[in-house]
């Protein structure tokens, strides 16, 4: 496989329609990203673009991995925080396509967002991810530490409940 290609996503009209694309390719695996199957493209069209503007903003960061020009992985680093927590940030919205798992994209992506928060002093990271097919082996490889369940917390994508787990991940300040 070729290195992939991991950077910030701006909200350009093809970068918004390849991120929807993604959205609903991860929704209809079952993917628990806060949004039920099946996923209406206008509604993850919406989604891409509020998010992606909202990265233009500097409120999050959205990275992508890209692997020979196809967006196949990303994740978000959400920098707009109440102003009595400046020292964190959280991850959200790990997706990574069915044909991409496995190659460590979703790791490269969450090491990226680690270096970047700590660039911008932030020094503990939250997330939270559903207790059926998460993504927890993944954070708990990375050094996240699991500090609790909210049972019952969201409905899976095709129905049904599942937990959220809650992980933090102290990073040493940037310098």
Known sequence: MTAP???????DAATIDALAAL?????????SVGFMHPVAPEKAAGFARASLEAAARGER???GAFVDGTLASTVTLLLALPENQPHRAEIAKMMTAPGFRGRGLARALLLEAERQAA???RTLLVLDTA???GAAGLYEKAGFIRVGAIPDF???????LTATLLYVKRLAPAG
């Open 119 to 121: 660039l911008r002093g």
């Open 154 to 160: 969201a409905l899976k994508p095709h129905g049904g």
């Open 61 to 63: 960061i959205v990275f």
């Open 23 to 31: 959205l609903i390719e991860t929704v209809a695996g079952g993917g």
């Open 5 to 11: 290609d991991i950077r910030p996503l701006g909200p």
């Open 131 to 133: 207790e059926q097919e």
